[in-house]
């Protein structure tokens, strides 16, 4: 075909090349055969070769515009290099884990799901990268869908893996990491039955001593009523200091994405706010000291709490004629510690990491006993946290227990 030419009045069209695209479909050739036999015989039986030749163009031009295709890539065992690369690179660096595989063996793994399952999985059978019998069970499906898998990498963890199906045995994979919402769900329900415990137990004393006090109002010992009175009062404060931290607490949390912009002077307020915390029975004992005069970015209603349930637990938990140090010292020149420090028993070092939890106690007796609600150092790291610091506690057994608080200080206005 190639070498096909006709002549029109000294001009001539070289070839059939000339005519068509370069790339066009195979099947195409047998009409092109017989137009230009159709057109030979036309010019055979005398009709002028103009005609034929506009003829054979239009017939030519109809067989290609109806015909022509892109050629169809080759069909093969995994994607072409340019798909792979292509598909590999929108994927690489998505957070969420990504799978792809056909016929069940892994093509592509992103840099999650490297991290997650490991940099082996690549060119695996994904039922042995899984193994898992939920994710094998949807893995074999016939179908796309979704599996919620508990203890997938580590026993804790929860994923939910979405399987889509595309053709020629194309499989995508997505692993959506449920672990933090299943703890946040169990956080909430354990914050509200402990919650409902200890509002219960203050509840249930007060009433009790009531009905008592209302059934034996006439023949009561007024000593024994008297007795029971206070007895209504210390729960009844225990329960107003439960309420007003869990208000407190919550208050906290809701504001702990909103970065406090008030210049408080931390010098002053530490000082004022340890003594309140003493009372005047204890003030003797408070041993403040600042090394400078630190200013901080904070809120100042709750930089005081802060202090506030610092001091106060020194003074529950610490020796009861010993003094409770309270001091502000540089951690160079762009932060400030605050130290409180009791010289009481001390808490077991296993406790330690436990100390920052809601309504964690060493021990319950003791803690209840005292008026503590067990939210004081929740609200105390919640406070920190907002303000961008950092906080640690120190115990040993038999010479004490500090807490240090490191907090950024303002920067200067030049």
């Known amino acids: 075909m190639a070498g096909v030419h006709f002549a029109t009045g000294g001009r001539s069209i070289t070839s059939l090349s000339a005519l068509l695209p370069m790339r066009f479909n195979s099947s195409l050739l047998p009409a092109l055969a017989l137009a230009f036999v159709a057109a030979f015989l036309m010019a055979v039986s005398g009709i002028q070769l103009t005609i034929v030749l506009a003829v054979l163009l239009v017939w030519i031009g109809s067989i290609l515009l109806i015909g022509t295709t892109a050629l169809e ?45 490991g940099g082996h999985i690549i060119d695996q059978d994904v039922r042995i990268a899984l193994r898992h019998p939920k994710a094998v069970q949807l893995i074999e499906s016939e179908d796309g869908g979704s599996a919620l898998i508990r203890g997938l990498v580590r026993r804790q963890d929860i994923w939910q893996i979405n399987r889509k199906l595309l053709d020629g045995g194309l499989g995508v994979f997505e692993f959506i990491n449920r672990t933090a919402e299943a703890d946040i769900s169990r956080a909430h329900t354990d914050f509200v039955a402990n919650a409902s415990h200890e509002l219960r137990t203050p509840l249930a004393s007060i009433i009790g ?136 028993e001390g808490i077991p070092p296993e406790h330690i990491p436990h100390l920052t939890r809601r309504f964690y106690r060493t021990d319950p007796g003791r803690s209840r006993a005292s008026g503590g609600t067990g939210l004081g150092l929740a609200i105390v790291k919640h406070i920190v ?9 120190d115990s040993k057994l038999g010479q004490g227990t500090q807490v240090k608080v490191t907090l950024p200080l303002a920067r200067s206005k030049k």
């Open 209 to 344: 001593y009531v009905e008592t006090l209302q059934e034996d109002v006439e023949d009561l010992d007024p000593k024994m009523a008297a007795s029971f009175l206070n007895t209504i009062e210390t729960e009844a404060k225990r329960l107003q200091s439960l309420v007003s931290d869990l208000m407190s607490l919550s208050r906290v949390e809701a504001e702990k994405h909103d970065q406090p912009s008030d210049i408080v002077d931390l010098s002053k307020l530490t000082e004022r706010a340890a003594l309140d915390a003493a009372g005047p029975r204890n003030k003797d004992r408070v041993d403040f000291e600042s090394h400078g005069d630190f200013k901080v970015s904070g809120d100042q209603q709750q930089l005081e709490q802060l202090i506030r349930n610092l001091v106060d637990n020194a003074f529950n938990y610490g020796a009861a004629d010993k003094p409770v140090t309270v001091r502000l010292q540089p951690q160079g020149e762009k932060r400030v510690r605050l130290s409180v420090k009791d010289r009481g």
């Open 385 to 393: 946290e907002r303000h961008g610091g950092r906080m640690m506690i």
């Open 73 to 117: 890539p080759a069909a093969g065992n995994k994607l072409s290099d340019f798909s792979a690369d292509r598909m590999s690179d929108l994927v690489e660096h998505s957070e969420t884990p990504v799978v792809v595989t056909r016929r069940q063996r892994i093509l592509i793994a992103n840099s999650s799901a490297r991290k997650l399952l």
